[in-house]
């Protein structure tokens, strides 16, 4: 962990209690735990043993088979969607400076969404590279529609506003998404796309999805320092030599080819980037170069978490993940605009 | 010789042009103040000089080259400029703050040097901030947060800096305490500062050079003694002023004025 050593100088110029690689490191040590908590309980049951032996060993047996064949890959699943919708979030708040910025709120997911049913409608037998392509381009499409409208009115764009801009495009897309599955007759695959949640995530999809959140965390990762002084204020970022167009652009396409790539792997999912950045930034500051890598952790943490929660709560049927992430994002949603976007203060 | 300067600048929003054909000229090393009525332009010219926003034609000239076709990281080595009020600083500390100020400087990852970490405790010191170092900038009180985003600004190290109203909503010892910290600026590190500020007395009492605009344009600029005088604030605050001399500073200042009446 070479680049935790970057961090140590800080408490020079920040007095913090515990050091940011110790969290970093307990972080780490949850999310361990909560993976063989989600590895070991499901509906066919399993132990810590078979856990061992499907990760690190040859071996085979049925217990085995389904760790390595079903669960492994929608765990790694959730942890790799969890991630990337929470350093999307992060991204997007820092940049619009809208403590209420996610990208299932703000029109990206539903974007991707009806990207999606359109695509499976019009070209038949499609393949995966095709939908997660669709998603990029959907996802852009539902970002700037928001924007756009939320712009449109002439005092500036206010949190609340871009949020109902956000849901009335969402509606109109979902809507679309709709439309496309009935008329087209293809509703049940576009379902089963869009609110299958982590039901059926295999080693080939995330093959193709991966290696596009890769780059999107590296970049973030890269582009955090300047993503901390936009965040703070425009002009600022232009005074102190940012170029802020180009800066906002590349993030940009970051939240797109993380939302766009989870929509692509689990269908909808709000309130992960609403809530991780939150919880992130009372842990570790406003710091982005902390948030990002932090951000990646807590998603991870919280996904698996749902998703175990969706798998055992109501054996042997399964409670769709994005339901248990509304219901604790909802409550979450209302203490943020409450408090005015300062949740942990 | 002049660093900077601008050649017939216009700034404006599409037809409406807010800045009209201006021609400044910045003199190095001393304080500037530009004055003028609300929506005159003063701070669409602090931004298109500073580059923060575009300008329609003509140009503005640092050490002989044009602004908008220099390197903005190059010029951030030059020019530091504060923005009117500077909102929250998100849970920032005075220290993590001041350090951004170093930002043109680094590269990557943006780790601090040794350099770096002298020039933030120095730009704390000048500020008298050193003792907020660890706390949030939000639980400062309003003249100690504009101080801190002054010590920011100094870090950056540039010979230029730029304020937009650097004293609204402080009260009047702050005021003061904010206008002394620049003024010690310029006359033991000859920096070069320019400011828009709405009190005429306090342009006059800390300014060597006013430039007094209106609509847009330059009514008058000049030394003090030649822009605070009952012609030059009639044509440009519409106001008919009694000016005597500040017994302290020897600088004229504006005893009392009227609104002139009738036609403008």
């Not at chain 1, 093959?207 to 990762?221: D, H, K, N, R």
């Not at chain 2, 500077?86 to 990557?108: D, H, K, M």
């Not at chain 2, 500073?249 to 009446?261: E, G, S, V």
Request: glycine share 8%.
């Amino acid at each position: 962990m070479g680049f935790l050593h970057y961090f140590c100088r800080k408490d020079k110029i920040m007095k913090t209690s515990i050091h940011f690689s110790y969290k970093f490191v307990i972080g780490l040590i949850l999310l361990v735990t909560m993976f063989c908590v989600s590895m070991v309980f499901g509906a066919a049951s399993t132990s810590l043993q078979d856990v061992w032996q499907a990760l690190f060993t040859p071996l085979k047996s049925d217990a085995i088979n389904i760790l390595r064949e079903l669960r492994l890959p929608r765990e790694v699943a959730a942890m790799l969607v969890g991630a990337a919708l929470a350093v999307s979030g992060a991204i997007m708040q820092g940049i619009t400076r809208n403590p209420l910025a996610d990208p299932g709120l703000l029109g990206l997911t539903s974007g991707a969404n009806a990207a999606l049913a359109i695509s499976l409608a019009l070209i038949p037998g499609i393949n995966y590279f095709g939908i997660t392509i669709a998603c990029f381009i959907g996802a852009a499409v539902g970002a700037v529609m928001v924007f756009g409208i939320g712009s449109m009115n002439k005092g500036g764009f206010s949190p609340l506003r871009i949020v109902l801009a956000g849901a009335a495009v969402s509606a109109f897309l979902y809507a679309i998404a709709d439309g496309v599955g009935i008329y087209f007759n293809i509703s049940k695959d576009v379902s089963m796309w869009t609110a299958g949640g982590l039901i059926g995530t295999s080693w080939s999809q995330l093959q193709m999805i991966t290696p596009f959140i890769l780059i999107g965390f590296i970049v973030a990762l890269l582009l955090s320092r300047q993503l901390t002084i936009l965040s703070l204020n425009e002009e600022v970022a232009v005074g102190l030599g940012q170029k802020t167009t180009q800066t906002k652009t590349i993030l940009f396409i970051v939240v797109i080819l993380l939302a766009g790539a989870s929509v692509a792997l689990v269908g909808n999912m709000a309130f992960v980037g609403l809530m991780v950045p939150h919880i992130v930034r009372a842990i570790v500051g406003t710091d982005y170069r902390l948030i990002i890598p932090m951000s990646v952790i807590a998603g991870a943490i919280l996904m698996l978490l749902a998703d175990t929660i969706g798998r055992t709560i109501n054996i042997p049927y399964e409670t769709p993940v994005a339901a248990i992430i509304a219901i604790m994002g909802l409550p979450f949603f209302l203490v943020i605009v409450r408090k005015g976007g300062r949740v942990f203060q | 010789m002049v660093r900077l300067y601008t050649d017939d600048l216009s700034i404006g929003y599409g037809e409406q042009l807010i800045v009209k054909e201006l021609s400044v000229q910045i003199p190095n090393q001393k304080i500037t103040t530009i004055i003028g009525p609300n929506g005159c332009g003063k701070s669409t010219l602090l931004k298109a000089i500073t580059r923060i926003i575009p300008f329609q034609s003509g140009a503005v000239i640092l050490d002989g080259k044009s602004v908008d076709k220099e390197n903005t990281k190059i010029l951030a080595k030059k020019i530091a400029i504060l923005p009117q009020t500077p909102e929250s600083a998100n849970g920032l500390t005075v220290g993590e703050l001041v350090s951004y100020g170093r930002f043109p400087y680094q590269t990557g990852f943006g780790r601090l040097s040794k350099k770096d970490y002298e020039v933030i405790d120095w730009a704390l010191q000048v500020t008298n901030t050193s003792s907020f170092k660890y706390l949030p900038v939000d639980s400062l009180s309003g003249g100690q947060r504009q101080r801190v985003w002054i010590a920011m600004a100094l870090a950056q190290e540039t010979e230029i800096i730029f304020l937009d109203e650097p004293t609204t909503y402080l009260d009047m010892a702050h005021q003061l305490e904010v206008l002394e910290l620049l003024q010690r600026l310029n006359q033991e590190e000859q920096r070069t500062i320019v400011m828009v500020l709405h009190d005429l007395n306090q342009a006059a009492r800390f300014a060597d050079y006013i430039v007094a605009l209106k609509d847009g344009q330059i009514v008058k600029a000049g030394p003090c003694e030649e822009v605070i005088t009952k012609e030059v604030l009639r044509g440009v605050f519409h106001i008919d002023a009694e000016i005597g001399i500040d017994p302290r500073t020897k600088k004229p200042m504006c005893i009392t004025y009227n609104l002139l009446k009738g036609e403008k």
